[in-house]
């Protein structure tokens, strides 16, 4: 063993300011947040609803405990699979607009099961350059050929999709892209599936809860329907607990509990945690005054911080990225929004592309107009 080794590239990455660390909170998730023993007003959750630590989650929490103790104790094709993954399943396919769904354990193992699952040698998945990590690793995992295409570029896409002849296609991409909070153009991806007997992969884990009508998601912002799209969504964002899952036509969903690696060989999520999901997702469903309130303070937040010498991304979304460039700018700025009590994510390479480090600042229904107020004036005097 070599830790010598591991030492000196964990220098390399220090000095070019790409060093990651951790730090501890030792509050409930929420804006308002504990970070070793000091408070701070947070902008970097993806707790877009303010769901993560509502009383009625941790009612119906304590409730699935209760019932169904704490761990799973198997794999759903054991015997862990509960009445309460069942009925969220029924609920979460109902709420989508598919025949059936699955819960996975997470998102990443969402995405590695589908695309393992559906694609393999002799195939061809085409992804998005600025697809999640997950996605990309789910196609190196699949051993199908890999055709990454320009961010949301349909002439490339339709050309590459044109130079491949055989075997089953896959197309992959975010809804909502996780570092730039910008859309897919799903309706022009479903017609070039359509044109090219194609498959689509839907992650929306940034628009589910958040999108759509009830917060049915980026499907139903699109209004889009086909049996060729296979959605994904998490549950730990807005939804505010853990897990993921798959919706699609009934088929597909059967097809993956008999060949998803990462659905078949691992413990189910704990009951309890499903019971909590579907309190969540009667919370989402009548969180129209909680969607309006965040659409609010984008707007809000977007016209505060016109004119900086950085400048927000292209985005409507939640996800308001504040572009800076240089990887340890973007880190200085984020310490010293920190110093002065706010906590704003710097995201750095290889997260995003080269020369794009930025502040990934994040938006909950949970803020208020005066906190998003604070982040602005703050932001305003750092760049005098
Ligand atoms: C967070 C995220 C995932 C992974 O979901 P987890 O449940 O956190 O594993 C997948 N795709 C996208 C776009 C994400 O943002």
Same mark, same amino acid.
């Given at each position: 063993?070599?830790?010598?080794?591991?030492?000196?590239?964990?220098?390399?990455?220090?000095?070019?300011?790409?060093?990651?660390?951790?730090?501890?909170?030792?509050?409930?998730?929420?804006?308002?947040?504990?970070?070793?023993?000091?408070?701070?007003?947070?902008?970097?959750?993806?707790?877009?609803?303010?769901?993560?630590?509502?009383?009625?989650?941790?009612?119906?929490?304590?409730?699935?405990?209760?019932?169904?103790?704490?761990?799973?104790?198997?794999?759903?094709?054991?015997?862990?699979?509960?009445?309460?993954?069942?009925?969220?399943?029924?609920?979460?396919?109902?709420?989508?607009?598919?025949?059936?769904?699955?819960?996975?354990?997470?998102?990443?193992?969402?995405?590695?099961?589908?695309?393992?699952?559906?694609?393999?040698?002799?195939?061809?998945?085409?992804?998005?350059?600025?697809?999640?990590?997950?996605?990309?690793?789910?196609? =190196? /995992?699949?051993?199908?050929?890999?055709? &990454?295409?320009?961010?949301?570029?349909? *002439?490339? %896409?339709? +050309? #590459?999709?044109?130079?491949?002849?055989?075997?089953?296609?896959?197309?992959?991409?975010?809804?909502?892209?996780?570092?730039?909070?910008?859309?897919?153009?799903?309706?022009?991806?479903?017609?070039?599936?359509?044109?090219?007997?194609?498959?689509?992969?839907?992650?929306?884990?940034?628009?589910?809860?958040?999108?759509?009508?009830?917060?049915?998601?980026?499907?139903?912002?699109?209004?889009?329907?086909?049996?060729?799209?296979?959605?994904?969504?998490?549950?730990?964002?807005?939804?505010?607990?853990?897990?993921?899952?798959?919706?699609?036509?009934?088929?597909?969903?059967?097809?993956?509990?008999?060949?998803?690696?990462?659905?078949?060989?691992?413990?189910?999520?704990?009951?309890?945690?499903?019971?909590? =999901? /579907?309190?969540?997702?009667?919370?989402? &469903?009548?969180?129209?005054?909680?969607? *309006?309130? %965040?659409? +609010? #303070?984008?707007?809000?937040?977007?016209?505060?911080?016109?004119?900086?010498?950085?400048?927000?991304?292209?985005?409507?979304?939640?996800?308001?990225?504040?572009?800076?460039?240089?990887?340890?700018?973007?880190?200085?700025?984020?310490?010293?929004?920190?110093?002065?009590?706010?906590?704003?994510?710097?995201?750095?390479?290889?997260?995003?592309?080269?020369?794009?480090?930025?502040?990934?600042?994040?938006?909950?229904?949970?803020?208020?107009?005066?906190?998003?107020?604070?982040?602005?004036?703050?932001?305003?005097?750092?760049?005098?």
């Amino acid at each position: 063993m070599c830790f010598f080794e591991l030492q000196i590239q964990l220098d390399e990455r220090a000095a070019k300011g790409l060093l990651r660390s951790r730090r501890t909170v030792t509050s409930p998730q929420s804006t308002r947040l504990v970070v070793d023993g000091k408070p701070y007003l947070s902008f970097c959750s993806n707790d877009y609803l303010g769901l993560a630590n509502h009383p009625q989650l941790i009612e119906a929490l304590q409730q699935g405990t209760e019932e169904f103790g704490v761990g799973a104790g198997a794999a759903h094709l054991v015997n862990g699979h509960f009445a309460s993954h069942e009925q969220l399943e029924t609920e979460l396919a109902d709420f989508v607009g598919k025949p059936a769904a699955l819960l996975y354990s997470t998102g990443y193992m969402a995405n590695l099961g589908v695309v393992q699952a559906l694609t393999g040698r002799g195939d061809t998945v085409f992804a998005d350059k600025l697809n999640h990590a997950s996605l990309n690793d789910a196609m =190196l /995992l699949s051993r199908a050929e890999v055709k &990454r295409y320009r961010h949301n570029d349909m *002439a490339q %896409l339709a +050309s #590459l999709l044109e130079k491949t002849i055989s075997g089953r296609k896959l197309i992959c991409t975010d809804a909502v892209f996780s570092m730039d909070g910008d859309y897919a153009p799903l309706p022009e991806l479903l017609a070039l599936c359509e044109a090219h007997d194609a498959w689509l992969l839907v992650d929306d884990a940034h628009g589910f809860g958040v999108l759509g009508c009830q917060g049915r998601g980026s499907l139903s912002h699109f209004a889009l329907a086909s049996p060729r799209i296979i959605y994904m969504a998490t549950l730990g964002k807005a939804a505010g607990v853990f897990g993921a899952f798959v919706a699609a036509e009934s088929v597909v969903i059967k097809y993956l509990f008999n060949q998803s690696r990462s659905y078949i060989y691992t413990t189910a999520t704990p009951p309890a945690l499903s019971v909590a =999901l /579907l309190a969540s997702l009667k919370l989402i &469903r009548e969180g129209d005054v909680r969607r *309006a309130h %965040l659409h +609010s #303070l984008i707007m809000q937040l977007k016209q505060g911080l016109a004119g900086l010498p950085w400048s927000l991304m292209e985005s409507d979304t939640a996800i308001q990225p504040l572009v800076v460039g240089d990887n340890q700018a973007a880190l200085d700025l984020s310490v010293a929004l920190r110093e002065r009590g706010l906590w704003v994510a710097a995201i750095r390479p290889p997260t995003v592309p080269e020369g794009t480090a930025r502040l990934r600042i994040t938006l909950s229904a949970a803020h208020t107009s005066a906190e998003v107020a604070q982040l602005v004036e703050v932001l305003r005097e750092l760049a005098r």
